[in-house]
């Protein structure tokens, strides 16, 4: 790896830094945010201005929201994600997680993926460390739930959900089957109501080739804690798009939390009780908490505070000189809605991305720097294959054109050319074949059938892959049949 014109890490400890020929900017975070500041600061500023660093534990920037289409199939996972070396040029990356940063010395702690933590030094720090999700202590929950913010989370609910019918379908008892069956989603915002509404339209088309299993066994669940979904778009549309998932035969409960789940076995605060294989959590999120090992100032939520400008400061709304921050982490106020902070949400972070890297690129230059302001466009959500629902300029939109916009505005924002074809290619594709329908559930063991070959056997043993079957719970014949 070449820093530029300053040492490769680690910075050896206690030694102090050598001097640089040219300022280092460090980028935490990849994402939607680290990914377009990165490219707009190595636009605006050649390398003989500035060292641009990015640091991420994952190699790629990830688009999400077309997770909920590649949850479903429409979209293959690989396409709505940018790998940070190949978009990234000129720009140096190191995959690694933050753990810490010591400001008052501009020095940053990162863990590779294998061998010792080490440090970093830098002149100018942007903070884009994003948001996870935000659980709560309830029963069960860690061990029984997964989220829905990764790729690989995507994948795996698709591969999981199709594993699930597959094993349903071959298999007798009932109360298994219904629990196989019964798929659960806890969180009705944005996130949550296209994930399940996605997911559904799969199952529910998949179910041509499973004859075992009839449209009324698949049972899907919303949890939401308010009195309604979708908030970001209002009573109407929100009310609309209710009245859709239960024309569905979706179950929603309102006003409704998941008081435990504890072996799959769901209770909510309304005495609601059922069993479910999956549960899917996608109740809001919370800035990132490795925000809390660093000395940058944070408000009450433990974001980073920030002027319009894009810089962090005290509460005082002194400025914090060389640090940087946008996006999920970030405090930052909505000129457009004053005594408001910025909502966390790709719209608002890219173009605080892309703002934040003029705004630095001046700085460097001793220009002036701009506030940050965006008046939000509007909410397009997809429901489903052709079934959406979106306002935009105040313009509300239901069913097919809503879904098609939906399409439009996202393949608009998908980062490069290549990715946008793809994109487009897989639709077509889809549409053409219908979506693929097929379970890597193996893939999240792949080792499985090689180690099953490779153990030592006893004499008169079974073979391995008759009792993997059976410890899964697989296909079981009952007696007597
Ligand atoms: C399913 C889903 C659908 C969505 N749909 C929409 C939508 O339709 N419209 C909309 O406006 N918004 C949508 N959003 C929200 C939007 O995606 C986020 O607001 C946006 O991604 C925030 O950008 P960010 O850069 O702040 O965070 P992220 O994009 O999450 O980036 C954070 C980055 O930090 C990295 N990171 C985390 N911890 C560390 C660490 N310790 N060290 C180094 N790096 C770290 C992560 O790997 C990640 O790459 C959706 C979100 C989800 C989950």
């Known amino acids: 790896m070449t820093l530029e014109s300053t040492p490769a890490t680690p910075d050896a400890g206690t030694k102090a830094p050598r001097p640089r020929k040219v300022p280092r900017i460090v980028v935490l975070g990849g994402g939607y945010v680290g990914f377009y500041a990165a490219l707009r600061l190595r636009r605006r500023l050649g390398r003989r201005d500035a060292a641009i660093v990015v640091v991420d534990p994952r190699s790629y920037m990830t688009y999400q929201p077309f997770l909920p289409e590649a949850a479903a199939g429409s979209l293959e996972p690989r396409h709505v994600v940018v790998s940070h070396r190949r978009e990234l040029r000129g720009v140096d990356v190191l995959t690694g997680r933050v753990t810490g940063v010591t400001h008052a010395e501009r020095k940053v702690r990162i863990a590779p993926v294998e061998g010792e933590q080490y440090e970093i030094t830098y002149d100018h720090l942007v903070v884009a460390l994003g948001s996870v999700a935000r659980t709560l202590p309830i029963p069960g929950l860690a061990e029984q739930a997964m989220g829905f913010k990764q790729v690989e989370e995507a994948i795996a609910l698709r591969n999981h959900v199709l594993t699930k019918l597959d094993v349903a379908a071959s298999t007798w008892d009932k109360a298994l089957r219904r629990r196989m069956l019964t798929f659960t989603f806890v969180g009705g915002g944005f996130a949550g109501i296209e994930a399940i509404a996605e997911v559904e339209d799969m199952a529910r088309n998949a179910l041509r080739y499973y004859d075992g299993i009839d449209a009324e066994d698949l049972r899907f669940v919303m949890i939401e804690g308010s009195d309604r979904i979708l908030p970001e778009l209002g009573e109407e549309m929100g009310g609309y798009t209710l009245e859709q998932l239960r024309r569905r035969n979706i179950e929603v409960y309102l006003s409704t939390f998941l008081s435990s789940c504890v072996d799959g076995h769901v209770v909510t605060s309304t005495g609601v009780e059922f069993d479910s294989d999956t549960i899917v959590w996608t109740a809001g999120v919370k800035a990132n908490p490795v925000l809390g090992s660093t000395d940058l100032p944070l408000d009450p939520q433990g974001r980073v505070r920030a002027l319009p400008t894009l810089q962090v400061a005290h509460e005082d709304g002194t400025v914090v000189d060389g640090a940087w921050t946008a996006g999920d982490c970030a405090a930052v106020p909505d000129l457009a809605n004053p005594g408001r902070m910025c909502s966390p949400s790709a719209q608002h972070a890219v173009r605080q991305a892309r703002h934040l890297g003029d705004n630095l690129a001046k700085h460097l230059r001793s220009a002036a720097v701009s506030d940050y302001e965006h008046k939000h466009v509007g909410t397009v959500a997809s429901l489903g294959l052709y079934k959406g629902v979106a306002q935009v300029y105040g313009v509300k939109l239901r069913g097919f054109p809503a879904w098609f916009m939906h399409r439009?505005?996202?393949?608009?924002?998908?980062?490069?050319?290549?990715?946008?074809?793809?994109?487009?290619?897989?639709?077509?594709?889809?549409?053409?074949?219908?979506?693929?329908?097929?379970?890597?559930?193996?893939?999240?063991?792949?080792r499985a059938d090689f180690r099953d070959a490779s153990a030592p056997r006893p004499k008169g043993a079974t073979q391995p892959a008759d009792k993997g079957a059976k410890a899964a719970g697989g296909a079981r014949t009952p007696v007597g049949s």
């Not at 608009?412 to 549409?431: C, E, G, H």
């Open 408 to 446: 439009t505005y996202h393949m608009a924002q998908m980062p490069t050319f290549n990715r946008k074809v793809r994109i487009v290619l897989d639709w077509t594709l889809a549409l053409l074949f219908r979506r693929e329908l097929v379970a890597l559930g193996r893939l999240h063991d792949p």
